[in-house]
């Protein structure tokens, strides 16, 4: 079965644009349908667009409170027959409500080695750890900030001199290799199958 995809963004939306790209082979196991945005400046948005997706703002500041808010997502995502939501950059808690309501359809990317690091700050908080290695991680979204199950990391080195901004741009290419692999390796059901680990440049990907 083919998933109906939508990836919930708040800002330039750089990892939507490669779930998005991927999304058009043949061999990914999903369609892009639709990408909310939680806010309407988002250069995401504009992207997405161009790229043929339904994209729509949702700004959370324009709702009462968050119950209001995910309803208003929710209307969308029931519109459109979405399936499977990709967090992309996406900067509001979901209420555990909501994420119940998709537990097991739903990832999100965090530029860490995961549970290294959870929260804002991700680059500063590795630099001032002295790490040597830092990346990203895509999981499966759980009430918990930041700590639903791992479906892949992808590991860079931290190099002399780095600052939050030059890690930040290094992790970012970690990314865009990292989350088309595992959603496509989510929503085919090989989660658990058998381990993948590539190297491609100073980027050491693995998939569990
Ligand atoms: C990424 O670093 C992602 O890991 C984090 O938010 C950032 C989004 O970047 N959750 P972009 O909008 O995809 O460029």
């Given at each position: 079965m083919t998933a109906r995809i939508a990836i919930l963004i708040s800002g330039r939306g750089s990892n939507m644009a490669t779930l998005i790209d991927a999304a058009l082979s043949d061999d990914f196991p999903g369609t892009v349908e639709l990408v909310l945005s939680s806010h309407e400046d988002a250069g995401g948005l504009t992207l997405?667009?161009?790229?043929?997706?339904?994209?729509?703002?949702?700004?959370?500041?324009?709702?009462?409170?968050?119950?209001?808010?995910?309803?208003?997502?929710?209307?969308?995502?029931?519109?459109?027959?979405?399936?499977?939501?990709?967090?992309?950059?996406?900067?509001?808690?979901?209420?555990p409500d909501f994420v119940t309501q998709w537990q097991g359809r739903m990832l999100n990317i965090h530029p860490s080695l995961l549970p290294l690091f959870p929260g804002l700050h991700v680059h500063e908080q590795a630099l001032d750890a002295g790490v040597a290695l830092s990346g990203c991680t895509v999981h499966l979204v759980t009430p918990d900030l930041d700590a639903g199950p791992i479906v892949g990391q992808a590991a860079v080195p931290v190099?002399?001199?780095?600052?939050?901004?030059?890690?930040?741009?290094?992790?970012?290419?970690?990314?865009?290799?990292?989350?088309?692999?595992a959603a496509a390796r989510c929503l085919s059901g090989e989660i658990g199958s058998a381990p993948i680990t590539e190297q491609s440049g100073d980027i050491l990907l693995s998939l569990c």
């Open positions: 997405a667009r161009e790229a043929g997706i339904e994209a729509v703002a949702v700004p959370r500041k324009t709702y009462k409170g968050k119950v209001a808010f995910e309803a208003a997502m929710t209307e969308y995502l029931t519109r459109a027959k979405i399936d499977f939501i990709c967090l992309a950059g996406f900067m509001r808690v979901l209420s190099l002399p001199g780095d600052t939050p901004e030059t890690l930040a741009a290094r992790v970012q290419k970690a990314e865009h290799l990292l989350y088309p692999a």
